[in-house]
């Protein structure tokens, strides 16, 4: 059996058991409860373990291997502040968003705020990070099939990313949280088994020596002893200072963002107790580290036993380089037939990643919409829960429709990167409103609409006049150029103006509820009252 046979034949059996899972959970979903969180019925592990296959994303596994195998050093600061950003998560967010909350980020803002407002910003911000997060893992999509099956015609990768969205709308219309967690709990054991035994092998290849394996893959790359110090891809010589600033605002994004993200914001909501969100995040970061420690061999056994020409060649930048590293330690170890095997698992295994991520990400777009939108802004309060849950089913369709659109549109941009600016458009509105409405008495409704609005537009904005999106080959209109500034990741500007709306509409503004606040403080810190309805 060929490589493309068995990769799409383990690929079918993946999605009929998650398709099985996700007819099984439509089954259980009754309640609104049960539709977005789950019935709050997972335990710490369950979730932590949900929590990682929801976050180590078709980013994580193919764009961050990519880097590292491409830029060395480099490349690995986006595992880095992929994993330092939990610590923020842990202490600032998880256990107050369980107690405060009851289904989506806007429940903690709207409880001391003007509801419709706070709602309304907060759901436009929530459906536009979650969009561009969707972005990142439709291109994934694209690069990988394309790879595996040998499809290099435009139409066939189209295709795929179609195909790609079809799957996410099913396990989100009909499965719910329910169903999108354990899809999300099979992938994070799929992908942790897939990449550990990939580097085991690669290790083992070098005699489990990493200094080998360091001085091959910076021999192989043709940059030499740079390719194994900073300065690679970021701060060069030639970017000047923009270059030194991009990459300050890249750790900053990527550090800041996660605590802003909604589809991990929403996870904390299926625990029954601030306990269990504490022990969640705790199991969470252990996963989570552990792989990206594991990404360090994938992307530099890439570099060593596949070569960047290849991997270029592949894919300019860089985004199958893990499932051409299976191929090629596979080929090496155990004959042609081992190499084919072993992509076949590994593309399999990406393809769960895919899938796994798109869900969470569309069934917390989908519910933003449907709880805050539809519901208490459209509806005032007054749609029943019938009516929530389908608009949250038709919100899904829509939304998964505008991230088939743009994922088409994006085909030529690394998936690590597309995350970093989700990362940073999360940073720059969600955040800031969070932490302000959690330890701020004085925060108000202006205040949480200006923030959100103020680091959301900015952020927007700032990608827009970037080489990102024109103006560089690599960019989603490279015939086209209008970008303004030279800065890739808008975090340094965007995250400090976020912070800054924040406080200024605060004090421009005389509305300010002690009661409100001393409720929330109460609540948020001990979890008395959190299970009470969020009526505003």
């Known amino acids: 059996m060929s490589s493309e046979a068995l990769s799409t034949t383990l690929f079918l059996v993946f999605v009929a058991g998650t398709l099985a899972i996700t007819f099984w959970a439509s089954r259980q979903n009754r309640t609104a409860a049960d539709y977005y969180a789950a019935g709050r019925s997972f335990t710490g ?18 764009g961050i291997a990519g880097i590292i195998a491409l830029s060395g050093y480099d490349g690995f600061l986006y595992s880095i502040g992929f994993l330092v950003a939990w610590l923020v998560a842990l202490l600032l967010v998880a256990e107050l968003m369980r107690n405060s909350g009851k289904f989506t980020m806007a429940d903690v803002l ?53 195909a790609v969205g079809a799957l996410m709308i099913i396990y989100v219309v009909f499965g719910g949280m329910k169903g999108t967690t354990w899809v999300q709990i099979v992938k994070a054991v799929l ?14 290849k070098f005699g489990f020596n990493l200094s080998s394996l360091l001085h091959d893959a910076a021999q192989q790359s043709g940059k030499g002893e740079k390719f194994l110090e900073p300065g690679l891809k970021y701060g060069t010589d030639a970017q000047g200072v923009w270059g030194k600033i991009d990459l300050i605002s890249l750790g900053l994004a990527l550090v800041l963002g996660t ?3 909604p589809h ?41 036993l596949v070569g960047t ?8 930048a860089g985004n199958t380089a893990a499932p051409q590293l299976a191929k090629a330690i596979g080929d090496d170890l155990f004959g042609s037939v081992g190499g084919t095997v072993l992509l076949a698992v ?23 919409f449907a709880h805050d939108l539809y519901a208490h802004v459209f509806r005032r309060g007054q749609a029943t829960e019938g009516e929530e849950l389908m608009a949250a089913r038709i919100a899904a369709f829509v939304i998964g429709a505008i991230a088939i659109v743009l994922g088409v549109l994006a085909q030529s941009l690394n998936v690590a990167f597309l995350v970093a600016l989700a990362f940073a458009m999360a940073a ?80 421009l503004s005389k509305e300010y509820s002690a009661s409100k606040y001393a409720e929330i403080e109460v609540r948020s810190l001990t979890g008395i009252g959190s299970e009470k309805a969020v009526t505003h």
């Open 45 to 62: 592990v369950q979730n932590g373990l949900a929590i990682g296959g929801d976050y180590m994303s078709a980013a994580s596994f193919l």
């Open 110 to 162: 709207a409880f001391r705020m003007s509801p419709r407002p706070v709602r309304t910003a907060a759901g436009i911000s929530t459906i536009t990070v979650s969009i561009f997060y969707l972005l990142a893992q439709m291109v994934g999509a694209g690069a990988l099939v394309g790879l595996l099956l040998g499809i290099k015609s435009d139409s066939g990768k189209i295709l795929t990313i179609v």
């Open 191 to 204: 992908l942790m088994t897939g990449a550990a035994l990939v580097t085991l092998l690669v290790l083992g």
């Open 259 to 261: 605590a802003g993200l």
């Open 264 to 304: 991990i914001l929403i996870r904390f909501y299926t625990v029954p107790d601030a306990k269990q969100a504490r022990k969640s995040v705790q199991w969470g970061i252990g996963i989570i580290g552990t792989f990206y420690l594991l990404t360090l061999v994938l992307g530099f056994g890439a570099a060593a």
């Open 309 to 316: 020409k290849a991997i270029t060649a592949a894919n300019k």
């Open 346 to 368: 590994i593309a399999a295994v990406a393809f769960a990643t895919i899938l796994a991520v798109v869900a969470g990400l569309t069934l917390a777009s989908s519910s933003s």
């Open 428 to 507: 720059s509105g969600n955040l800031p409103a969070l932490l302000y409405s959690l330890f701020w008495k004085r925060f108000n409704t202006t205040g949480a609409v200006s923030a959100i609005y103020g680091g959301l537009i900015s952020a927007v904005v700032l990608v827009f006049f970037s080489p990102v999106v024109s103006g560089a080959e690599t960019a989603m209109f490279p015939k086209s150029d209008w970008h303004l500034i030279a800065l890739s990741n808008p975090g340094i500007f965007s995250i400090p103006i976020g912070f800054l709306c924040g406080y200024l509409g605060t004090v």
